[in-house]
């Protein structure tokens, strides 16, 4: 069974920094590194919105038009974690920021799966994030 646990977050005013962790537990080192791994962020009254996927390795990464530029998503396989480092935060940006994870062989997903919330099997709990302004 895999399980994802979110660490980090917070509270931060507007231009500030934080960083989501991400740990993944009950997979083998080659399985986690053939997983494609995800964010997505879900603001109260909102539809959740799938803005950063990374690959297998190799594979590149994904980030949506919203967080382009300020966010950058990092794995580590060793470790079996994925961070989610977050910089010019914008009021805009508070959510409950969720990790996912699906099974990608060696490819690379198209775009619209990346960010299809049913495409992935396994979720994290949530981490919340407060930007003020």
């Known amino acids: 069974e895999v399980r994802l646990v979110e660490s980090g977050g917070g509270s931060v005013q507007a231009g500030g920094s934080l960083r989501l962790s991400c740990a993944a537990s009950g997979l083998t080192y080659t399985a986690y590194s053939s997983h494609c791994m995800a964010w997505f962020r879900q603001a109260p009254g909102k539809e959740r919105e799938g803005f950063a996927a990374i690959y297998p390795v190799g594979k590149g990464s994904y980030y949506g038009d919203s967080v382009k530029g300020r966010f950058t998503i990092p794995r580590d396989n060793a470790e079996h974690t994925v961070q989610l480092e977050m910089n010019t935060l914008k009021p805009d940006d508070s959510a409950k920021y969720y990790c996912?994870?699906?099974?990608?062989?060696?490819?690379?997903?198209?775009?619209?799966?990346?960010?299809?919330?049913?495409?992935?099997?396994?979720w994290g709990q949530g981490a919340p994030v407060t930007v003020s302004s």
């Open positions: 996912a994870a699906r099974y990608c062989g060696w490819g690379r997903p198209t775009t619209a799966q990346s960010v299809a919330s049913e495409s992935y099997n396994d």
